[in-house]
C-alpha cells in the first residue's frame, strides 16, 4: 500500500510541476480573457436539464444532496491540493453521468470556483444527450487525433465547461492509457485554468477503460445503484480503483425510500 501511495505522489508531484512550468505566476482568473472566456457557450433548456435528471443548477431541496457532495469533496481536494476527479461505478448505469452533470452544476454555482468535465466514458458517452446538446462535439475523436481543438469544449455559464462526444470512440483503452491524450488533457489544464476537473469514466468492472485512465486522476468517487449493486461488486471495484487512485467514497443513487437529501452519501 505505501508503494502505492508513493507511486500516485510521484505521478501528482510530477503533473504539478510540469502544469507549474508551463504557466508560472499566472494572473487572477477575474482579471482574466483567456482560453476558458473564449470557449463557445452552450444554451441549456431547464425543461430538458429536469427530464434528464438534472437538478443542481439552482440552488433548493431537490440541488441538496449534491451541495453536501460538493462540500465534502471540496474540503478533501483543498486538503489535500487535489484537482482531477475521476467518477466510476462497479457497472452500466448506476448513475454516473447523471451525478456528475449534477455535481458540476452544484459546484459551478459557486463563485470563482472553475469546473470543466471531461467525459471520457468513451465507449457510451451519455452528456450530450443527457444536456440537449444540440450540434455534435467530438472531444475523444479529437484526442484520438491528438491535437486540441477547444471547439469541442463548450461552456455552460461562467464557470463550467464539457468536453463531450456524440460519438463512442473505438479501441477506448488504449486511448485513455496513451501518453499523448495525457499530454493533451494536461495542456487543456494548463490553458483553461479549472479548479476542479470531473471526469465521467466508463465502469470498472465490464472493461479497463476506466483502469486505464486512473494514474491521470487525484481520486475517484464510485457510485453505486441502490437495489442494483452488489456489495461484491461495489467491494471488487473499490478494491481495483484503490489499486490506482485514492477511493472517496461510495455514491449510493437511485434510493427510492429516502429523503432526497439523504440518497446520495459520500463517506471519506
Ligand atoms: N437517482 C436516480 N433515480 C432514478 N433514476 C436515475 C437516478 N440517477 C440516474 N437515473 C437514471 O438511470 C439511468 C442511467 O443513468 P446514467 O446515464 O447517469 O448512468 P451511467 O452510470 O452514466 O450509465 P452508463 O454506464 O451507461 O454510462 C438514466 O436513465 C438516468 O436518468
Ligand atoms: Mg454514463
Known amino acids: 500500500m505505501e508503494r502505492i501511495q508513493s507511486a500516485l505522489a510521484k505521478a ?35 425543461g430538458h436539464l429536469e427530464r434528464s435528471r ?13 451541495d453536501v457532495m460538493r462540500t465534502n469533496l471540496l474540503r478533501t481536494l483543498r486538503t489535500n491540493g487535489w484537482t482531477r476527479v475521476a467518477i466510476t461505478s462497479p457497472t452500466p448505469g448506476c448513475g454516473k453521468s447523471t451525478v456528475t452533470a449534477n455535481l458540476a452544476f452544484s ?7 472553475r469546473v470543466l468535465v471531461i467525459e471520457l466514458d468513451l465507449r ?21 487525433e491528438g491535437r486540441i481543438d477547444y471547439s469541442h469544449i463548450r461552456r455552460v455559464g461562467p464557470n463550467l465547461a464539457f468536453a463531450m462526444s456524440t460519438r463512442a ?16 488533457i494536461d495542456e487543456i489544464e494548463t490553458q483553461l485554468r479549472p ?53 472517496l467514497g461510495v455514491v449510493l443513487n437511485k434510493c427510492r425510500y429516502m429523503e432526497q437529501e439523504e440518497s446520495l452519501t459520500y463517506p471519506v
Open 54 to 66: 438534472i437538478v443542481a443548477i439552482n440552488p433548493g431541496p431537490s440541488a441538496a444532496s449534491f
Open 124 to 144: 457510451h458517452p451519455s452528456l450530450m444527450e443527457m444536456l440537449g446538446a444540440g450540434a455534435e462535439q467530438h472531444f475523444a475523436q479529437m484526442l484520438a
Open 195 to 247: 479548479d476542479i476537473v470531473l471526469f465521467d469514466l466508463s465502469p470498472v468492472l465490464v472493461s479497463d477503460d476506466a483502469i486505464s485512465f486512473l494514474d491521470q486522476v487525484d481520486c475517484a468517487l464510485m457510485v453505486a445503484a441502490a437495489e442494483e449493486t452488489t456489495v461484491a461488486e461495489i467491494e471488487k471495484c473499490g478494491k481495483d480503483l484503490a489499486k490506482r487512485t485514492q477511493v
Open 107 to 113: 459546484l459551478a454555482r459557486l463563485a470563482d470556483t
Open 12 to 46: 501528482r508531484a510530477a503533473r504539478e510541476r510540469k502544469l507549474q512550468g508551463a504557466n508560472p505566476g499566472t494572473p487572477m482568473k477575474s482579471a482574466e480573457t483567456g482560453p476558458w472566456q473564449g470557449l463557445a457557450e452552450l444554451k441549456l433548456n431547464p
Open 169 to 184: 470512440s473505438e479501441n477506448p483503452a488504449e486511448l485513455l492509457s496513451a501518453a499523448r491524450t495525457a499530454d493533451i
